[in-house]
């Protein structure tokens, strides 16, 4: 008896909070699946990048936090094995011959080893990552600084973004890579890591290489970074929207 | 002193016109000219004591404050509802700065049990509650929030964050709006802002609020005390926190005002105050609404709509008030 009342104040519940919904959503749903209406919603992300551009100083730094703050358990997301033939050969010689070539738009281009690119000064940051799903995760990276290849590269005048092709492909066979614009490159926390918490970068959190821009969410947190190209335009690349997840419909702006 | 204009009565009343200034005062009766006339007529006892109560419009809502109140509506069910589309991604709250996966203070998790059904499990601070059918699992389908209550109603976190920081964008720019004409204007300070007398009052008021008796006459022309609160607290308090913990929510703001994250406690505090914030934006949505239908639906739309609300004199208040 009591039961079917709970029963009953739920279904009213559902009802009534329901009925907004019902007549509501499938136009909202609709209105997701057009093209015209998302075209007009991600102007926003163009609002959002001006504005956050504009209110943030340029080499503002992420907060670093101490030890005792790292997560016990960094959780991997996204692919945690490309599961290729040829990077199970990179991971049983131990990424001895793992290159990652700096080219397109640049005046010299140069592939660097890993040994090679742990030659270069390291920087070491606890920072925290962001997901786009919620979650948040503290880990201590080590890496070299992108912005000592860039100025080793030199950038010509019209290269605009920078885009990591990444040696992961999903079940599809969609080869995963990510851009950025150029001037993040050189900001002092954007890094390519090659250490998570003081051990070598393990295959589930993108060994041997991943980017570190600690300023925007996971998703643009490429892994198993092999190239890094200077384009003028993204469109022509993949789906042209500048990432795999981009083109899955996520922003390319992730400062939010 | 009384003249007729198309079947409205304009009074001229000092001193109820200082107490709600800007607010035109007109008493409409419900009869024809020729009768109004009579009705009005002070020097004649007999009519008075013949006629309906009177009907006073006044003028209640601005146009920028009623289009403002409407541009709310849409933004606000999207944003709560495409908020849920996003929280469903990682359906968990936490404190501090990390999620700690172990320990959360709050998670909606669709569990298979024993024989094999699944069961929607709301975890509040280690209480489970099995909220099957709406929370955690629904429809058949493993989710936190149910279909009918996201936008859009299939998983979609690209989606939903695209109607999520869009509308924000249109409720923040719309807020300033509001703020900038209030402030101006003196809505803000007029018909917002609490009074000594109103505060005095406000056990009174509370007591009426519980019986569901309502300000009637004159009193119902200008906001009661916990009106005025209800909208001083959203406006003032909930939607700066809403904006503010969305904002510490992202890393770039974190970077240029990293005190966002001091006061806050963390990323994820300032996600859990997102989600509080959120529910009193619901909580008050549904006593709004409610006030607004147990005290004349149709008046209370229309006044929103036209800007204009009647409010009826009792035979005795009326008669000394004109």
Redesign the interface.
């Known amino acids: 008896m009591k039961y079917d009342r709970v029963i009953e104040r ?1 279904q009213f519940l ?1 009802g009534t ?2 009925a ?3 007549i ?2 499938p136009g ?2 609709n209105l ?1 699946q057009g093209t015209w209406f ?1 075209s ?6 163009k ?2 990048e001006g504005v ?1 551009r504009a ?3 340029t080499n ?4 670093e ?1 101490g030890e005792g ?1 790292i ?3 960094f ?1 991997a997301n996204g692919s945690t094995d490309p599961g290729t033939a040829d990077y199970a050969g990179h991971v049983a010689k131990n990424f001895s011959e793992w290159m990652v070539e700096v080219g397109g738009l640049v005046q010299t281009p140069v592939s660097w080893s890993l040994a090679a690119l742990k030659e270069f000064p390291a920087r070491t940051q606890i920072t ?1 990552h ?9 880990g201590k990276w080590t890496g070299v600084p992108l912005g000592d290849l860039m100025r080793k590269v030199v950038p010509l005048s019209n290269a605009k973004f920078a885009v990591f092709h990444c040696a992961d492909v999903d079940e599809e066979g969609v080869r995963y890579y990510e851009s950025m614009a150029l001037v993040d490159c050189y900001h002092p926390q954007t890094i390519l890591a090659y250490e998570l918490n003081g051990a070598p970068l393990d295959v589930p959190h993108g060994a041997p290489i991943r980017l570190r821009f ?4 996971g998703y643009k947190q490429a892994k198993y970074v092999m190239r890094i190209e200077l384009v003028e335009t993204l469109s022509g690349i993949a789906g042209g929207k500048g990432g795999y ?1 981009e083109d ?4 390319w702006y992730a ?2 | 002193m009384v003249s007729v204009k198309n079947q409205r009565t304009k009074i001229d009343r000092g001193e109820e016109a200082e107490q709600v200034p800007g607010l035109a005062k007109v008493v409409e009766t419900p009869f024809k000219e020729s009768q109004a006339l009579t009705v009005n007529q002070p020097d004649d006892p007999t009519a008075r004591s013949a006629s309906p109560p009177l009907r006073e419009r006044v003028y209640r809502h601005r146009l920028p404050v009623r289009i403002s109140h409407w541009l709310n509506v849409p933004c606000l069910f999207i944003l709560i509802m495409s908020g849920f589309q996003i929280f469903n991604a990682h359906p968990a709250l936490y404190w501090g700065d990390r999620s700690d996966r172990d320990q959360p203070l709050l998670s909606i998790r669709p569990i298979r049990v024993e024989n094999g059904e699944m069961r929607g499990v709301t975890t509040i601070l280690g209480y489970k509650f099995d909220t099957t059918g709406v929370l955690g699992y629904s429809d058949a389908s493993r989710r936190a929030f149910p279909a009918w209550a996201t936008i859009p109603s299939a998983k979609s976190l690209a989606m939903g964050r695209q109607w999520h920081l869009f509308f924000a964008w249109l409720l923040v720019i719309n807020g300033l709006f509001f703020a900038t004409y209030s402030l101006i204007s003196r809505h803000a300070s007029r018909d917002l802002a609490p009074t000594g007398k109103d505060l005095r009052g406000i056990g009174q008021a509370i007591k009426n609020h519980i019986a569901l008796r309502h300000p009637k006459g004159a009193e119902a022309k200008r906001y009661n005390v916990l009106q005025k609160l209800a909208y001083i607290l959203i406006l003032c308090v909930v939607a700066p926190l809403m904006i503010l913990t969305g904002l510490a929510m992202s890393p770039t703001i974190d970077t240029a005002f990293p005190w966002l994250l001091m006061i806050f406690g963390g990323r994820q505090a300032a996600r859990m105050v997102h989600f509080i914030a959120c529910f009193s934006f619901v909580g008050f949505i549904v006593v709004h609404v409610a006030e607004v239908i147990l005290t004349g639906f149709y008046n209370n739309i229309r006044s929103m709509v036209t800007g204009w609300f009647v409010v009826k004199h009792e035979h005795e208040g009326s008669s000394h008030e004109i």
């Open positions: 739920r559902k909070l329901g907004v919904s019902l509501a959503l909202c749903d997701s998302p007009i919603l991600s102007k926003a992300e609002l959002t956050q209110i943030t100083p503002a730094l992420a907060k936090y703050d997560s016990k358990v959780p925290r962001d997901c786009v799903e919620g979650w948040s995760a503290i600690e300023r925007q969410l997840w899955e419909g996520y922003e400062g939010i």
